[in-house]
């Protein structure tokens, strides 16, 4: 006796890992939540490093879900524009031709599409109270003879050792 066992793929979000269930978030990859969080750390993060040609190939990976985090924390692996490659990206460095060479005049758009997704994850930022600002802390007052100072504080040290 055989039972049938069919099992769906159930889609999980490339960011918080919850179950997608429309059509569209599976398609992208991301929930709606997410993917909103996703777009507005494209318009705030800085990617001043990169040009507007890789911003929108950035863009569009992230887009395609072709940047999926690794079981590795901050390492993510990016498919390459044409589909054959998938380059092991972290914001600081990527294994691809251009991220390999040593003297590169700017970082490849994979680091682009990784540094847009972690933006995505960073903390929001607290907004700042609408009260008077806060007064900075009054300067501490150095001891006049800094030696003498510090052979008190050895002396009363020594005393509790």
């Not at 490339?14 to 398609?27: F, G, N, T, V």
Request: hydrophobic fraction near 40%; proline fraction near 7%.
């Amino acid at each position: 006796m055989t039972t049938a066992s069919t099992q769906e793929h159930e889609a999980h979000c490339l960011r918080c890992h919850r179950p997608l269930k429309s059509a569209e978030s599976i398609a992208r990859g991301y929930g709606a939540g997410c993917w909103a969080k996703v777009r507005n750390a494209e318009r705030t993060a800085d990617l001043s490093a990169w040009t507007e040609s890789q911003i929108e190939e950035a863009r569009q990976a992230i887009e395609d879900g072709a940047v999926v985090p690794s079981a590795r924390p901050g390492v993510f692996h990016v498919v390459s524009v044409d589909g054959t490659e998938v380059h092991r990206t972290h914001r600081n460095g990527c294994n691809c031709t251009a991220g390999l060479k040593t003297h590169q005049p700017r970082p490849c758009w994979h680091r682009c599409a990784v540094a847009i997704v972690l933006a995505s994850q960073a903390p929001a930022k607290p907004a700042a109270p609408a009260t008077a600002p806060a007064l900075a802390p009054a300067p501490l007052t150095a001891a006049a003879d800094i030696w003498a100072e510090m052979d008190r504080l050895t002396a009363a040290f020594m005393a509790t050792v």
